[in-house]
């Protein structure tokens, strides 16, 4: 398979009151169970973006992922989506996976998988019940205008600007709006 993956977890977390990618789901953690979810269908390059904070966890937790810093975690989510691409050049796509959805199944990312095998000059987006949500599988033609956006844009704006055609596929699965944010939201799991 010619497609990677970017797990975007450099982020803060301050309405959870920390982090993110080591809270918990099923008894691991947001991580663990989004890498075993992106190998499970197929999925072998897999690049974490995390902040300085948690490099040295991830590297001794998943061997084969390759694990790079945003040295900057607070400013947009395009920057650790940039540095994700950066180490997937010569990839066809790359699925765009926060690690804060955590409740994506693997029938949906498969779905986008074949859709993406179909029309891989296309992003490809899940949808439920009429909503596009994560993650977003996007071409390579996309990473030179990731690489040449300025700081303040975001992936969806960037998307619009670029003009490659958008794939939605809908999905009988509301684990691609699942976005976890707070306290609350990570007892709702439960």
């Known amino acids: 398979m010619d497609i990677g993956a970017v797990i975007l977890a450099a982020g803060e ?10 809270l918990e789901i099923g008894g691991q953690t947001f ?16 690049v974490c973006v995390v ?3 948690h490099t040295a966890w991830v590297r001794s937790h998943f061997p084969g992922v390759t694990t790079v810093e945003n040295k900057n975690p ?10 994700g691409v950066d180490q997937l050049n010569k990839l066809k796509g790359a699925l765009v996976v926060p690690v804060d959805h955590p409740c994506v ?12 095998a179909e029309k891989s000059h ?12 994560h993650p977003v599988l996007i071409p390579r033609k996309l990473f030179d ?8 844009s975001t992936l969806n704006e960037l998307i619009k600007i ?19 944010n707070t306290p609350e939201d990570v007892r709702g799991l439960r």
């Open 145 to 152: 205008h990731i690489r040449r956006s300025g700081i303040r």
């Open 74 to 83: 607070r400013v947009e989510m395009l920057t650790s989506v940039k540095i």
């Open 31 to 46: 991580l663990a169970h989004v890498i075993r979810v992106l190998r499970a269908v197929g999925i072998t390059k897999i």
């Open 51 to 53: 902040s300085d904070k």
């Open 105 to 116: 199944t693997k029938r949906t990312y498969r779905a986008l998988l074949r859709m993406f």
């Open 162 to 180: 670029s003009k490659l055609e958008q794939v939605l596929v809908p999905c009988d699965d509301p684990g691609i709006l699942k976005n976890i």
């Open 122 to 133: 296309a992003i490809v987006k899940p949808t439920y019940q009429g909503s596009s949500g």
């Open 13 to 22: 977390g301050r309405r959870m009151g920390g982090p993110k990618l080591q």
